[in-house]
């Protein structure tokens, strides 16, 4: 159901023609719609049009429902081939984490959805170790201890998807989940599985990158989140940050600066994601921050 003061949020791609702009604020002010908030990028290189419209209801014409909403919408939907979705502004995805030994990234998304800074609905946490058990259970959440190796690793993955699927996940969020994921999975979460790390790659893949970098005297540390695809951390990038270091910082400083990038980074990533400000854009991405 709507009422007069409940926010709708509007997220449309299409083909960049003359006339969506209009069309769409043409056909929500048929049904008394109030525009609160209203973005739109087109991308001339890949022709494409991208739209994100909050509004709620203005006059006594507005609908009841969001479905009467999107039938308002649906003639301009079929004229232009949105790929479109009309959803309750506190309508907060449902999303699945996963982590293996590291917590920073993990209780700083605990800790945003416990306070209710985080707008997605956290219905789990996945890891292929048992260390953060006690974490996750103190915020009251279940706790799925899943491990992997080689011998076992596309039955794991299927079990995550399971476990997805029962708790109708719509995103996987890898918060630390250091382990390279396999097809199985890869593919059947395209644009719903968002991955964090250290902006060092290419240059420092592997174990101990702020060791290493480090050891080469960088000057710029960072971190990356992007959504995950079969090239190993060459996703659509979604947020990135990057904080100056200089020859006094030891190993562990850039560990600790590190961390505290990486968390905050995730989290304004899946907060973006859960407002429905990104759009994927071919191999990049569309934020309207």
């Given at each position: 159901m709507t009422d007069a003061g409940t926010a709708l949020i509007l997220t449309l791609a299409c083909q960049d023609l003359v006339g969506i702009v209009a069309a769409?604020?043409?056909?929500?002010?048929?049904?008394?719609g109030f525009i609160l908030d209203s973005q739109q990028?087109?991308?001339?290189e890949t022709g494409r049009f991208f739209m994100r419209v909050v509004f709620t209801g203005g006059g006594p014409g507005f609908p009841t429902d969001v479905g009467g909403v999107?039938?308002?919408?649906?003639?301009?939907?079929?004229?232009?081939?949105?790929?479109?979705?009309?959803?309750?502004?506190?309508?907060?995805?449902?999303?699945?984490?996963?982590?293996s030994k590291g917590s920073h990234c993990l209780n700083d998304l605990l800790h945003r959805w416990r306070t209710n800074a985080l707008p997605v609905q956290i219905v789990g946490v996945v890891?292929?170790?048992?260390?953060?058990?006690?974490?996750?259970?103190?915020?009251g959440l279940p706790w799925h201890h899943l491990p992997v190796d080689d011998t076992n690793r596309d039955a794991q993955e299927r079990a995550i998807l399971d476990l997805m699927a029962a708790k109708r996940a719509q995103y996987l969020v890898l918060a630390r989940y250091m382990q390279v994921l396999g097809p199985t999975l890869v593919e059947a979460l395209p644009g719903r599985c968002i991955n964090i790390h250290h902006s060092f790659l290419p240059g420092f893949k592997?174990?101990?990158?702020?060791?290493?970098?480090?050891?080469?005297?960088?000057?710029?540390?960072?971190?990356?989140?992007?959504?995950?695809?079969?090239?190993l951390d060459e996703?659509?990038?979604?947020?990135?940050?990057?904080?100056?270091?200089?020859?006094?910082?030891s190993a562990d400083d850039l560990v600790r600066i590190g961390r505290d990038i990486e968390a905050q980074v995730l989290a304004r990533a899946v907060t973006w994601v859960g407002e429905r400000r990104v759009f994927l854009n071919d191999n990049r991405t569309v934020v309207f921050r």
């Open positions: 769409v604020s043409g056909a929500l002010a048929g049904i008394d990028y087109a991308d001339l999107r039938a308002a919408l649906a003639a301009a939907a079929v004229r232009f081939d949105f790929a479109w979705e009309v959803v309750r502004a506190d309508d907060r995805p449902r999303v699945l984490l996963a982590v890891s292929n170790h048992d260390a953060l058990r006690s974490l996750v259970e103190w915020h592997g174990a101990r990158p702020y060791h290493r970098a480090h050891e080469r005297g960088v000057k710029l540390i960072g971190a990356t989140a992007h959504f995950v695809t079969a090239d996703g659509p990038i979604i947020e990135q940050a990057v904080e100056r270091v200089d020859h006094r910082a």
